[in-house]
């Protein structure tokens, strides 16, 4: 054990990690078999018949998942109304299946795809009334579909069709919403379902690396805990440097090789966010206040930034959109690279480049910059708070802190780190500036004062948003409620549960969680950088809606780690961790999940985070609750050596 050093175990984490992503990613000679053959014929619907069984929807759930499927549909319909909408059939929920729809006069036949973009392809243009229209379809196993209309036949190739056969439906569609008006007859519909089976070697190779990891990583802290002298300051600096490098590379290649190479298209060809929304965080909030009425404007969306952010982006209406993109991303850069320097500089030739890597290529920076969110300056305002108030200068930290509070609620957190610190006044003038700056924004809005308060208070219509209905719809970032909708969804129970209830339950379980948190840290903790993370990653987790670029407050913690001279055995633990979260994982994606940016790029990259932030929580509470118990323990036994 003596001769197993710390950097060789790093680098067989590395290759396993490597060879983990390549064995979940690359199919080698696998093989095509077929699970389920099933045939439903002699289907007949008329949506205004008397006969109660002829008037009912027919409905025929498939249990058995797929990866391939060969179908094969055929009927007659008659349309009643031609200017009603309504599905002639589904065979899965929402758009996850192929449906064929009726909208305006015109039949379309709606595929969904492999990136849950589902596509539209036209049948008929102008749909005649009470006009019978014998209809086939049929796609097999190589996306090969064929569509006949009477004589007239159609075929198309599309490799990225990907449709469900899950709950089958006859007279309606779109998770039996839009029910049709007019008749269906002689609906049969055959179709087999194939999964792919590869070789039985496959499973062990998986478990022999994934085992090989959880070895090597017990031999890592093992080996750490002989000789903890490895991570002074310049050592972990350098580490964290090295994994954000190399995540870098070895992201880029994975994306590049998917795009490239295996001809995959967005998610598989990037880690950021859709390219089509680019830079759209700030162009759409320019546009929303270049009248600044940015909760009443006239555009497809409204503000749900708090009063500042909205008066920030409203001086950058004055100038050209790229200009005010390069203007507001220096505004942010610049400082941020002074930051990573006064913090993450070391005593080496290769200090430059350290910092360039810190400050330009972890994945939070990269992600925000994609997006164009304020989020930069809010992070930034954050940072600055942590910077002055380690330099006792009370009324700077409490001017960024108010800020940041005035253009997004969530820093509020860091109120409890001041209480914890005693500093009782700063409190007072941090909620008195926030108070005073959201007063004065509101009060130059374009609309009624009293609206624009009643607006905020009503949490900006976000619950409204289709993240929190039934359906399949998640938020690629790291809140924990958006993976317990995945876990709910994965299981079919959220069908089952109301989506209020949930909110209701979640919203009770993390304020309980914060608050006994916060009196832990006010109680037991005293060094100061697990209190600031232990503000931090509740703040990151524990709202419904937390996007990825909010991992840029994980430079916050180790900032004071990085620099905290007090040694611990969890110390390597604790800089992995950190380190990790600052790179992009998106190595496996969710099917059957769309996101807010359209496509299904849900990936185990925002599980992972999840997984790694309250795991270090939890560590970090009860190394906490162990130092408590085991420092009671020596004060004891001293007090009863003195008595002897």
């Given at each position: 054990m003596k001769n197993i050093s710390i950097p060789s175990l790093l680098f067989a984490l590395f290759i396993n990690a490597v060879l983990l992503i390549a064995v979940y990613n690359i199919d080698i000679s696998n093989q095509i078999k077929e699970v389920k053959k099933n045939r439903i014929t002699?289907?007949?619907f008329d949506s205004r018949s008397n006969d109660p069984r002829l008037k009912s929807i027919k409905n025929y759930p498939e249990q058995q998942s797929a990866a391939l499927n060969d179908v094969s549909i055929q009927f007659k319909v008659k349309v009643t109304n031609t200017a009603s909408a309504g599905d002639i059939f589904q065979t899965a929920p929402l758009d996850r299946g192929m449906r064929l729809e009726l909208q305006?006069?015109?039949?379309?036949?709606?595929?969904n795809t492999k990136s849950n973009n589902p596509r539209s392809l036209p049948l008929i243009n102008a749909v005649q009334p009470n006009v019978e229209y014998p209809i086939a379809i049929s796609i097999d196993r190589n996306n090969n579909l064929k569509v006949m209309i009477g004589a007239a036949t159609g075929e198309v190739i599309d490799d990225n069709l990907h449709y469900e056969i899950s709950d089958i439906a006859v007279g309606t569609g779109y998770s039996k919403s839009r029910p049709f008006d007019g008749i269906i007859s002689d609906f049969s519909m055959a179709y087999s379902l194939y999964n792919?089976?590869?070789?039985?070697?496959?499973?062990?190779?998986?478990?022999i690396i994934i085992t090989s990891m959880f070895v090597l990583f017990g031999l890592l802290f093992y080996a750490f805990k002989r000789t903890p002298e490895f991570l002074i300051r310049d050592t972990k600096i350098a580490l964290v440097n090295v994994i954000i490098l190399i995540g870098f590379i070895l992201a880029v290649c994975f994306h590049y090789f998917m795009g490239v190479y295996m001809n995959k298209p967005y998610p598989w060809n990037t880690f950021l966010f859709n390219p089509v929304d680019r830079f759209n965080d700030l162009f759409n909030m320019l546009n929303i206040n270049k009248d600044l009425n940015p909760y009443f404007c006239r555009y497809f969306m409204h503000s749900n930034y708090y009063p500042l952010a909205n008066i920030i982006f409203y001086l950058f209406t004055f100038i050209n959109k790229w200009v005010a993109l390069v203007l507001f991303y220096l505004i942010f850069i610049i400082p941020f690279a002074l930051l990573n320097k006064h913090y993450l500089s070391i005593n080496s030739k290769a200090n430059l480049s350290n910092i360039l890597i810190f400050t330009f290529l972890s994945f939070p920076?990269?992600?925000a910059i994609d997006r164009g969110n304020n989020e930069i300056i809010v992070f930034l305002c954050t940072a600055l708070f942590i910077y002055f108030l380690q330099k006792n200068k009370g009324f700077a930290a409490c001017m960024f802190l108010s800020i940041a509070m005035a253009m997004k609620l969530f820093p509020a957190v860091f109120l409890v780190l001041l209480f914890s610190e005693k500093k009782y006044k700063e409190i007072a003038i941090t909620v008195g500036l926030t108070l005073l700056l959201s007063i004065m924004s509101v009060s130059l809005f374009a609309n009624d004062f009293s609206d624009n308060i009643n607006f905020i208070l009503s949490g900006f219509g976000v619950t409204n948003a289709p993240l929190f209905g039934d359906n399949n719809v998640l938020q690629r970032g790291v809140s924990a409620?958006?993976?317990i909708k995945l876990f709910l969804v994965k299981a079919d129970l959220l069908h089952s549960m109301r989506m209020h209830a949930i909110l209701s339950a979640y919203s009770v379980v993390c304020l309980t969680v914060f608050g006994l948190l916060s009196l832990y840290i006010w109680l037991i903790e005293r060094e100061f950088w697990k209190k600031l993370t232990l503000l931090v990653l509740p703040m990151l987790l524990f709202p419904q809606v937390s996007a990825e670029y909010k991992?840029?407050?994980?430079?916050?913690?180790?900032y004071l780690f990085v620099n905290h001279e007090k040694r611990s055995v969890m110390d390597l633990f604790y800089l992995l961790m950190l380190a990790l979260m600052l790179v992009p994982k998106d190595y496996l994606y969710f099917q059957g999940f769309i996101t807010d940016s359209g496509y299904a790029d849900y990936s185990i990259n925002s599980v992972l985070n999840i997984a790694i932030m309250i795991m270090v929580m939890t560590a970090m509470v009860i190394t906490g609750f162990m130092g408590k118990k085991a420092s009671k323990y020596?004060?004891?036994?001293n007090k009863n050596s003195g008595m002897l």
């Amino acid at each position: 054990m003596k001769n197993i050093s710390i950097p060789s175990l790093l680098f067989a984490l590395f290759i396993n990690a490597v060879l983990l992503i390549a064995v979940y990613n690359i199919d080698i000679s696998n093989q095509i078999k077929e699970v389920k053959k099933n045939r439903i014929t002699d289907i007949n619907f008329d949506s205004r018949s008397n006969d109660p069984r002829l008037k009912s929807i027919k409905n025929y759930p498939e249990q058995q998942s797929a990866a391939l499927n060969d179908v094969s549909i055929q009927f007659k319909v008659k349309v009643t109304n031609t200017a009603s909408a309504g599905d002639i059939f589904q065979t899965a929920p929402l758009d996850r299946g192929m449906r064929l729809e009726l909208q305006n006069d015109a039949l379309n036949l709606i595929i969904n795809t492999k990136s849950n973009n589902p596509r539209s392809l036209p049948l008929i243009n102008a749909v005649q009334p009470n006009v019978e229209y014998p209809i086939a379809i049929s796609i097999d196993r190589n996306n090969n579909l064929k569509v006949m209309i009477g004589a007239a036949t159609g075929e198309v190739i599309d490799d990225n069709l990907h449709y469900e056969i899950s709950d089958i439906a006859v007279g309606t569609g779109y998770s039996k919403s839009r029910p049709f008006d007019g008749i269906i007859s002689d609906f049969s519909m055959a179709y087999s379902l194939y999964n792919m089976v590869e070789p039985g070697y496959y499973s062990v190779i998986r478990f022999i690396i994934i085992t090989s990891m959880f070895v090597l990583f017990g031999l890592l802290f093992y080996a750490f805990k002989r000789t903890p002298e490895f991570l002074i300051r310049d050592t972990k600096i350098a580490l964290v440097n090295v994994i954000i490098l190399i995540g870098f590379i070895l992201a880029v290649c994975f994306h590049y090789f998917m795009g490239v190479y295996m001809n995959k298209p967005y998610p598989w060809n990037t880690f950021l966010f859709n390219p089509v929304d680019r830079f759209n965080d700030l162009f759409n909030m320019l546009n929303i206040n270049k009248d600044l009425n940015p909760y009443f404007c006239r555009y497809f969306m409204h503000s749900n930034y708090y009063p500042l952010a909205n008066i920030i982006f409203y001086l950058f209406t004055f100038i050209n959109k790229w200009v005010a993109l390069v203007l507001f991303y220096l505004i942010f850069i610049i400082p941020f690279a002074l930051l990573n320097k006064h913090y993450l500089s070391i005593n080496s030739k290769a200090n430059l480049s350290n910092i360039l890597i810190f400050t330009f290529l972890s994945f939070p920076f990269m992600i925000a910059i994609d997006r164009g969110n304020n989020e930069i300056i809010v992070f930034l305002c954050t940072a600055l708070f942590i910077y002055f108030l380690q330099k006792n200068k009370g009324f700077a930290a409490c001017m960024f802190l108010s800020i940041a509070m005035a253009m997004k609620l969530f820093p509020a957190v860091f109120l409890v780190l001041l209480f914890s610190e005693k500093k009782y006044k700063e409190i007072a003038i941090t909620v008195g500036l926030t108070l005073l700056l959201s007063i004065m924004s509101v009060s130059l809005f374009a609309n009624d004062f009293s609206d624009n308060i009643n607006f905020i208070l009503s949490g900006f219509g976000v619950t409204n948003a289709p993240l929190f209905g039934d359906n399949n719809v998640l938020q690629r970032g790291v809140s924990a409620f958006v993976a317990i909708k995945l876990f709910l969804v994965k299981a079919d129970l959220l069908h089952s549960m109301r989506m209020h209830a949930i909110l209701s339950a979640y919203s009770v379980v993390c304020l309980t969680v914060f608050g006994l948190l916060s009196l832990y840290i006010w109680l037991i903790e005293r060094e100061f950088w697990k209190k600031l993370t232990l503000l931090v990653l509740p703040m990151l987790l524990f709202p419904q809606v937390s996007a990825e670029y909010k991992l840029l407050y994980i430079y916050l913690p180790l900032y004071l780690f990085v620099n905290h001279e007090k040694r611990s055995v969890m110390d390597l633990f604790y800089l992995l961790m950190l380190a990790l979260m600052l790179v992009p994982k998106d190595y496996l994606y969710f099917q059957g999940f769309i996101t807010d940016s359209g496509y299904a790029d849900y990936s185990i990259n925002s599980v992972l985070n999840i997984a790694i932030m309250i795991m270090v929580m939890t560590a970090m509470v009860i190394t906490g609750f162990m130092g408590k118990k085991a420092s009671k323990y020596a004060i004891k036994k001293n007090k009863n050596s003195g008595m002897l």
